[in-house]
């Protein structure tokens, strides 16, 4: 077969004439077909606006639940933090009286009777003192801390507890002057406050009563 055989047939006007115009009409249709295959794209039309305006809200609200869940994810952190700081807060209050029933027991003895005591005797002191210091060592291993003021020390109502007025002191009216019992926190929370002597205000009525507000 020769390759005139092959070649199209344009020797006449009229079939020039169609295959000039079905080769117009190829790169449309081509066209028209990479558009219908291309993925994500919105054919424009009356609908369009609308459809992105649907788009942007669905993406606000998904960044509204996404950053309302990583606070619940915080907050449930938090909380757990928390419960495990001072889930023993109870526990760690009572034991606070055995803490200061040790150091009664040592404030009792008085130095020279100490001096004058039999070896066994200071033996168990050192014990008890031992067995306090320790007990300390664990509460501060465990968050907990003693507040002991100092005399002389503003008297602070978030930490401090007046139990009575201390008359003709030299330390400023309202300033701790005595302390009765330590206090103590755990982590950031007070456990219990420390219980204290305040200097009376020269000049105070007969049972006035200390300015504990902040």
Sequence with gaps: MSDENSKPDTGTPETAAK???TLAAEPARQGEAADAAAPGTVEAGPDAAALQTE???LKDRLLRVAAEMENTRKRAER???DASRYAAANFARDMLQVSDNLRRAVATLKDDERDGAAESVKAMIEGVEMTERQLLSIFERHGIREITPQP???FDPNLHEAMFEVPGTEHPAGSVVHVLEAGYTIGERLLRAA???VAKAEGAEKGANVDTTA
């Design 19 to 21: 295959l000039a115009e």
């Design 195 to 197: 219980r204290v002597g």
């Design 152 to 154: 002389g020390e503003r």
């Design 55 to 57: 788009i942007a809200d």
């Design 79 to 81: 909380d757990k933090a």
